[in-house]
């Protein structure tokens, strides 16, 4: 069974700065689509950024390109987002998600088969 497990959200002032960390089973790391997603309050689940792990090759969202980081540790299995310059709309439920398909859209969350529980983040003003 794939297991994402999320962690590193925490209530932080604006401007500040977090990484989350998302743990992949073993055999849904190689050569797979990683993305983080986040949903505000009252509002749908959006894409943050993804990373092809074979290459690793990243891609972004409009809203975390030049302020959050993708990237991974190949051996720890783990995918990370770290987040800078942090703002209140920032303030969500992130989720780590995987992909069994053959073609994806990075950013869809559509072509996502696997979800972690998520990991909140709060950004005070």
């Known amino acids: 069974q794939v297991q994402l497990v999320e962690s590193g959200g925490d209530s932080v002032q604006a401007g500040g700065s977090l990484r989350l960390s998302c743990i992949v089973s073993?055999?849904?790391?190689?050569?797979?689509?990683i993305a983080w997603f986040r949903q505000p309050p009252g509002k749908e689940r959006e894409a943050v950024a993804a990373i092809w792990t074979g290459g690793p090759t990243t891609y972004y969202a409009d809203s975390a390109q030049g302020r959050f980081t993708i990237s991974q540790d190949y051996a720890k299995k783990t995918v990370y987002l770290q987040m800078a310059n942090l703002k209140p709309e920032d303030t969500a439920m992130y989720y780590c998600?995987?992909?069994?398909?053959?073609?994806?859209?990075?950013?869809?969350?559509?072509?996502?088969?696997?979800w972690g529980q998520g990991t909140q983040v709060t950004v005070s003003s």
């Open positions: 073993p055999d849904r790391f190689s050569n797979t689509y």
């Open positions: 998600a995987a992909s069994a398909r053959e073609f994806v859209k990075p950013l869809r969350p559509e072509d996502y088969n696997y």
